[in-house]
C-alpha cells in the first residue's frame, strides 16, 4: 500500500498468474511482508528461493531491476524487508538457520531481484510509471528463472 514499495507482490502475482497457465507443481509463489528470521523460516526445506522486492538505491534509476545473489546482497546495505530494527538481517538469519541444522537452500539457490523504486512512503496502490512498467520485466526474469532451474 506505500506505493511503490508494493512491487514485489505485484510481481508474485504476476507470476503466479503465468503459471496457471503453465503449471509447475515444484513451484510455490508465497506473499511475505517479512525479514529476517521470519523470512529465513519461510526457505526451510526449498531447493531454490527467488526474492523479489523493492529497492531503495540512488545507483538504480526507478524501474531497474537488478539480479543479486545472496553472496552480492551481503555485501550491500539492508534492502527494504530483509532487517528490522526488532530482528536479524537476512544474512545472519540465514548463516544462524545452517548453523542449526536447518535444510535450506544453499547461497547460490537464493537469488534476489531488486526493482529500482521512488516512491515508497506515500500511501498508494498504483506504482509510479517505471516501477509500474518494471513489473512484467521482472515477472518475466523469474519466470526465465524457474525454467533455468526446472531445465537443471
Given at each position: 500500500i506505500l506505493t511503490d514499495?508494493?512491487?514485489g507482490v505485484k510481481v508474485a502475482y504476476a507470476v503466479r498468474d503465468a503459471?496457471?497457465?503453465?503449471?509447475h507443481a515444484d513451484v510455490e509463489v508465497a506473499e511475505a511482508s517479512v525479514g529476517g528470521l521470519r523470512l529465513m523460516e519461510m526457505m526451510v526445506g526449498y531447493d531454490?528461493?527467488?526474492?523479489?522486492?523493492?529497492?531503495?538505491?540512488?545507483?538504480?534509476?526507478?524501474?531497474?531491476v537488478?539480479?543479486?545473489?545472496?553472496?552480492?546482497?551481503?555485501?550491500?546495505?539492508?534492502?527494504q524487508h530483509t532487517a528490522s530494527a526488532h530482528d536479524v538481517n537476512l544474512i545472519t538469519a540465514l548463516n544462524t538457520g545452517r548453523r542449526l541444522g536447518l535444510p535450506l537452500p544453499t547461497a547460490q539457490n537464493i537469488i534476489f531481484y531488486g526493482v529500482g523504486v521512488e516512491n515508497i512512503q506515500?500511501?498508494?496502490?498504483?506504482?509510479?510509471p517505471a516501477v509500474l512498467a518494471a513489473i512484467p520485466r521482472t515477472a518475466g526474469a523469474v519466470l526465465q528463472e524457474i525454467r533455468n532451474q526446472s531445465a537443471s
Open positions: 514499495d508494493g512491487v503459471l496457471s497457465t503453465l503449471p531454490c528461493v527467488i526474492i523479489i522486492d523493492a529497492m531503495l538505491d540512488e545507483r538504480m534509476p526507478p524501474g531497474a537488478r539480479r543479486l545473489t545472496l553472496v552480492e546482497l551481503a555485501t550491500i546495505s539492508p534492502l506515500d500511501f498508494g496502490e498504483q506504482p509510479t
